[in-house]
Structures are given as structure tokens and as C-alpha cells.
């Protein structure tokens, strides 16, 4: 045996951080090893000394030599006791790339913990279509926690350093072990902390969700190079992929379960790009997605997706000349009510549905006994306002995600929780499917549904938290005498306010341009005076003062409370102005800079246009240089070639319209 390398831990842990450290490995390698999809782990099973080689053979088949693998095993043992009577775990994990190259191959491997020793051994084999079993022997390995008074110490040992074999995926290169995977092993040991939530596609089969997010992912990906959306088309449409993967399998699993063919229908409440429903609708799923207002990538989808704008009744008056009706639409947000019921649907989906998503489970419940739900929380509604937090024990979105789950259970829902494989920090899903009552006690269920919902309610009047109203500014819709008039938007809670039908621009560029430009100054001005007394005692006349840097944090301090509760509006707030403010500031690393338009070099201006068009000619000069303008030493290019204007005299004018 060859001790391949080690690591000093840099604190003193109890031996079950190594244990905490390894069930990462063991069970979540594609954490660390991103071309694997995942793994799936038998059950333990205890075993002595004596019984260890037996199992193993079982496992390996008894044709296999076993030797050279038990002394592996027992190298470091030195107590007589645990050679006769230790104690190990057995058990065996199948690895799944993310892309599958070799067929009906299985990449499997015994996982042998020594608890006594504190060691973990990873022994690999294969199994082909046939059932025949390779051990790959070139690539056993063992990750051991060694504990002496004076230090701790990770190490790693393989049983064959010099025949070892790797191809890039199941098996990682031996200096991969060294350098990323016993680092990171360390680094979990001394963090040693459990997460909030599940693993990562704890309610499906990982193999069938790799297959067919791989499937999905090359049938889709397309789409990334036609997106006609301003929002970032690799994250959208790949987390579009992965969260239709996770449905179908899920819903397939659900159809075996019951013995059916029959695909489920949905409805995607909140659906956004559509994409979503694109692709259930295509995999052969009826349903339809509805949203408050159109996009443009709705257009491309073609008629075999379906979305709307759902229409709200907003007047009736009948019509004397005609003899009919006349009905006045507009698009407007789902609201929770009777009107909004889905009896004959399979399943309801909220994909980051903000307002709605404390109502989805309700308006499942309400909706049919047999009717199902998908939510993805994103941001943080209650049934009538935002939520307000309650606890500080847990994470605001653990504590959201729990509140989430309350509502489910209420409403009578077998609820369960699921973590995503999507590109995205708020990752956690909840499906409700069956009800822990029969149908007969639907009556008393929807009771307390009702309660609880009324006494979400009366916790905003009673925090003092102020409800939302309509866009007139009005508590609520009332008659000429005064009295509450019966309207959807009332049926099941007061003060539910929907979203805008137009979203607000709310990234600093709907700023009046004098407001920006006071920012822009006393920042600019703020920075050059950190340098001026420099070269001002250097004598060099002719330097172009390029300015300091601060912190976002001490950028703060210049500006006056007003000016900052303008920004705290904006999402993103000050840091958002500044890179808006791309002429004169340079944000990196959550500093500012000036910048120096001297050093945009030909490999800064080559990532720049890869992911945006090149300016076309009539597109510059629109704009007054600010160096020119502002900088003491102004701008440090000639006019020729700066792309902004110097002076009235060398604009031109803009397409664009004024802020």
C-alpha cells in the first residue's frame, strides 16, 4: 500500500466529522465531480472481522481474488482487538454520469467504512449488460483520519498508485484526489454541519432524471440562441429542462405507481417565458400555462403550447340596440377565488410564483379532492402582503419553506420537500399529493382551512403591517352608500393585490437623469481626491489622475439619507447605479474605480462584444464624454477616439428618448 498524500486539519474535531465529511463524498459526489449526475447507495449493512472477506465476496463474486484487497483493508490496523472483532460497514453505491458513454455498463463500488479505524475504502467494479462483474483493482483507494496527540491528519492511501486508471468521470485522475477531493473532504470535517434541507432528488430515481435531462437538455438547447427575452437565456432555459425533468419523472413514477398511461394535466399558474409549458405540452402532458401579460418568446412556441393572459370581467352593461352583452377585458393576475378553481386538472404548478404561492395549495384543495400541486418558492409572500419573518433560529427561507409546508398540511395535503438540480440558490420544492382524509370529511378540512387562512390575516392587522390596495389607492372596492361590494378579489381573503399588469423598471435606469448624475459626481470626485495629493507632491504635471478605490460599504457614507432611500428602492440599489455607470466607474470585487479608458485592451473589448452586439457607428457621440467634462485632467483619449462626444460641438443626436 502507498500513502498517496495527506492534509493537517487545522482543528481538532471529533472522529464523527470524518464520518460527516465522507457521507458527502459517499453520497453527493457531483458536488465536487460535476461530470456526475449523482449516486444511488445501498442500505449498510454491520459486520465483524470475520465475516468482512465473506461479504465482499458476495458482492465481488467468489471468483475474484480477495487477498491483496483484505490486507488493504487491515494495513493500518494495529490493535489485535479490532483485527478479531471490528467493526465495519458494508455497503454499495452506483455512480451516474451525467452523460452515459459506455451502454449498459454500471459503474459501482463497495464502500468498506472501518468505524474503529476511523477509514473509508472505495473499491471499484463494473457490471456489464450480462451481469458479469470487473474489478477494477488499479483503483482502490482509502480516505483515513488519523488521530495522534499532536496532530490530526487526513490521508489518502491507494492499493495500486502506479496502475491507476482514470477516464474523466467515474474514475477522476489520482492527482484529482490530491489536489480537489481531500481538500474539500478537510475542509467538510471541520464544517461538519448538517443542511436544512434534503439531498437533491431525494423523490426520484437519479438514473431515469440524468437520462432524460440529457435527452431534454440537447432537444431544447437551441432555444438559447434565439431567445428573444432580456433575461439571461443559459440559466432560464436550462433551469426550465431540469424543473420539467424533475415533473415528468416525477409524474411517471406517479403513473406506475397507479397503474395507468394516461399523462397527467396540469396548469402552470404564474407561467412567465412559457417555457415550462413548452416543454410539458411537447412531452406529451395536456395543460397550459397563464400569466398576467404576454412574452415575446410566446410567439415561437407554436400552437401546440398553450398560455394565455387570463381576461378579467371588469364591467357588464347590456346592450339596448343589440339586444346582447357587452363585456369590457382586460389581462389581469390570477386571483385567488371561486372563479379561479381548476376542478378537472391533474396537477397545479408555481414555478417562482410569488404572490400566488401560499394560495396554490389552497387552490388545489379547493379545486378537486384528487387535484395535486408543484410549488418552487422564490420570493417570500404571504396569503395577503409579504410574509414577515417570525424566527430567528432558522434561515428566512428555511423558515419560509416551512411556512409553505404548514399551509400544505393544513389544507390536508401528504406533503413532501425536494431539492432541484437547477442553476438557482432557492432550489427547495414542495409537492402535495393525496390527502390524509377521505373525501366524506371535506367539510371539516375545508374549515380549517378557512381559519387558518383568516388567522394568517388577522397577524398582519395585528403586527400593524399595512395591507395592500388597489391601484386608486383605495382599501377596496365599495358602492356609492358606502357598502362592501362582493368581488373575486375579496371571496377568500381581504387585501390580496395581485402583481402589475406592467412590471416597474426598477434597475436605477428609470432614475431622473439629474438624480444619477449628483450620484455619479460625488462619487467620481470622492475617488480622485484619494490620489490628488499624490501627484500634486510627485510634480508630474502631465498624469492623468486615475483615482482610488472604496468599498460599495464606504460609498455609502458620501451619500445623504434621501438620496439613499431612493436607491434602497432600486434593485440592486447603489451598486446597480454604478455599473449602470459604465463611462465613469470600474465595479469589481465590491470595489469602485475610476476608469481609465487607456487600458481597454483588445482582450477586455473581445469578452465584451462575445456577449454583446458591437455599437453600430451612429450609436456614438449620442452622449457627452463625463471626463472631458468632469475630470480635472479631462479625458485621457484624444476625440478621435473616444466614443463619447467632446463638447456640444462633437454631438450627435440620440434615437433614444430622454429620462
Not at 465483524?48 to 467468489?62: E, F, H, I
Not at 473499491?123 to 483503483?139: C, D, H, M, R
Request: hydrophobic share 35%; glycine share 6%; proline share 5%.
Amino acid at each position: 500500500m502507498s500513502k498517496s498524500s495527506e492534509i493537517n486539519m487545522t482543528e481538532k474535531r471529533s472522529a464523527e466529522s470524518l464520518w460527516s465529511a465522507a457521507d458527502v463524498w459517499i453520497k453527493k459526489p457531483h458536488v465536487v465531480n460535476k461530470r456526475l449526475c449523482g449516486v444511488t447507495v445501498t442500505d449498510y449493512r454491520d459486520v465483524d472481522s470475520a465475516g468482512l472477506k465473506q461479504v465482499l465476496s458476495g458482492l465481488l463474486g467468489t471468483n475474484i481474488e480477495m487477498t491483496d484487497i483484505c490486507v488493504f483493508l487491515h494495513a493500518d490496523v494495529v490493535d489485535e482487538e479490532h483485527e478479531t472483532a471490528g467493526h465495519w460497514c458494508v455497503g454499495v453505491r452506483t455512480i451516474i454520469p451525467k452523460v452515459n458513454k459506455t451502454g449498459d455498463c454500471l459503474f459501482k463500488e463497495v464502500i468498506v467504512k472501518d468505524i474503529v479505524g476511523n477509514a473509508v475504502t472505495f473499491i471499484p467494479f463494473e457490471v456489464n449488460g450480462a451481469g458479469q462483474v470487473t474489478l477494477k483493482s488499479s483503483n482502490v483507494y482509502k480516505i483515513q483520519l488519523q488521530l495522534k496527540p499532536d496532530e490530526w491528519k487526513l490521508c489518502l492511501h491507494v492499493l495500486r498508485p502506479e496502475h491507476w486508471y482514470n477516464d474523466g468521470v467515474a474514475y477522476p485522475k489520482l492527482s484529482w484526489l490530491h489536489s480537489e477531493l481531500l481538500p474539500k473532504l478537510s475542509r467538510w470535517a471541520l464544517e461538519s454541519k448538517a443542511s436544512e434541507f434534503k439531498s437533491t432528488l431525494s423523490l426520484i430515481p437519479v438514473e431515469k432524471y440524468s437520462i432524460l435531462y440529457q435527452q431534454l437538455k440537447e432537444k431544447y438547447k437551441a432555444l438559447v440562441k434565439v431567445w428573444p427575452e432580456v433575461t439571461d437565456p443559459e440559466k432560464f432555459v436550462f433551469e426550465d429542462v431540469a424543473i420539467a425533468t424533475y415533473l415528468l419523472v416525477l409524474w411517471g413514477e406517479e403513473r406506475a405507481e397507479n397503474g395507468t398511461t394516461t399523462k397527467q394535466s396540469f396548469v402552470d399558474l404564474g407561467c412567465g417565458n412559457g417555457l415550462l409549458v413548452h416543454i410539458l405540452n411537447n412531452e406529451g402532458h395536456p395543460g397550459k400555462g397563464t400569466d398576467i401579460r404576454k412574452r415575446k418568446i410566446w410567439d415561437m412556441y407554436g400552437p401546440g403550447t398553450h398560455l394565455e393572459c387570463l381576461p378579467v370581467l371588469l364591467h357588464f352593461q347590456p346592450m339596448m340596440k343589440c339586444g346582447g352583452c357587452s363585456h369590457l377585458f382586460q389581462e389581469n393576475a390570477i386571483t385567488p377565488s371561486n372563479g379561479f378553481l381548476f376542478p378537472t386538472t391533474d396537477w397545479l404548478i408555481g414555478n417562482h410564483s410569488d404572490e400566488l404561492t401560499p394560495w396554490i395549495p389552497v387552490i388545489a384543495a379547493r379545486s378537486s379532492y384528487s387535484c395535486r400541486y408543484f410549488v418552487l418558492p422564490c420570493c417570500f409572500f404571504d396569503f395577503c402582503g409579504k410574509y414577515q419573518r417570525r424566527q430567528c433560529k432558522k434561515s428566512q427561507y428555511k423558515e419560509y419553506i416551512d411556512f409553505i409546508t404548514d399551509v400544505s398540511t393544513v389544507c390536508g395535503f401528504h406533503t413532501e420537500e425536494d431539492c432541484l438540480r437547477i442553476p438557482s440558490t432557492k432550489r427547495v420544492c414542495i409537492i402535495g399529493k393525496g390527502r390524509t382524509y377521505s373525501e366524506a370529511e371535506e367539510a371539516m378540512v375545508e374549515e380549517r382551512r378557512y381559519d387558518y387562512i383568516r388567522g394568517r390575516e388577522a397577524l398582519f392587522t395585528s403586527s400593524g403591517v399595512s395591507k395592500n390596495v388597489n391601484q386608486c389607492g383605495h382599501d377596496g372596492p365599495h358602492s356609492d352608500n358606502g357598502q362592501d361590494v362582493s368581488t373575486p378579489a375579496n371571496d377568500w381573503v381581504n387585501g390580496f393585490q395581485p402583481r402589475e399588469k406592467t412590471e416597474a423598471v426598477r434597475n436605477c435606469s428609470a432614475l431622473p437623469r439629474d438624480f444619477v448624475d449628483a450620484v455619479v459626481l460625488r462619487v467620481a470626485e470622492a475617488l480622485l481626491s484619494l490620489t490628488e495629493k499624490n501627484l500634486e507632491s510627485s510634480g508630474c504635471g502631465d498624469a492623468w489622475n486615475t483615482g482610488g478605490s472604496l468599498l460599495i460599504s464606504e460609498v455609502v457614507n458620501l451619500l445623504d439619507q434621501s438620496t439613499l432611500q431612493a436607491l434602497k428602492k432600486e434593485c440592486g440599489g447603489l451598486q446597480t447605479l454604478l455599473k449602470n455607470s459604465h463611462q465613469v466607474f470600474r465595479v469589481k470585487g465590491g470595489r469602485v474605480f475610476i476608469r481609465d479608458w487607456r487600458t481597454h485592451t483588445p482582450a477586455q473589448s473581445s469578452r465584451v462584444t462575445s456577449k454583446r452586439k458591437p455599437l453600430p457607428s451612429g450609436a456614438l457621440k449620442t452622449r457627452l464624454c463625463w471626463f472631458h467634462t468632469h475630470h480635472p485632467h479631462g479625458c485621457p483619449l484624444s476625440s478621435e477616439d473616444c466614443d463619447f462626444a467632446h463638447g456640444e460641438t462633437d454631438l450627435r443626436p440620440s434615437t433614444k428618448p430622454q429620462r
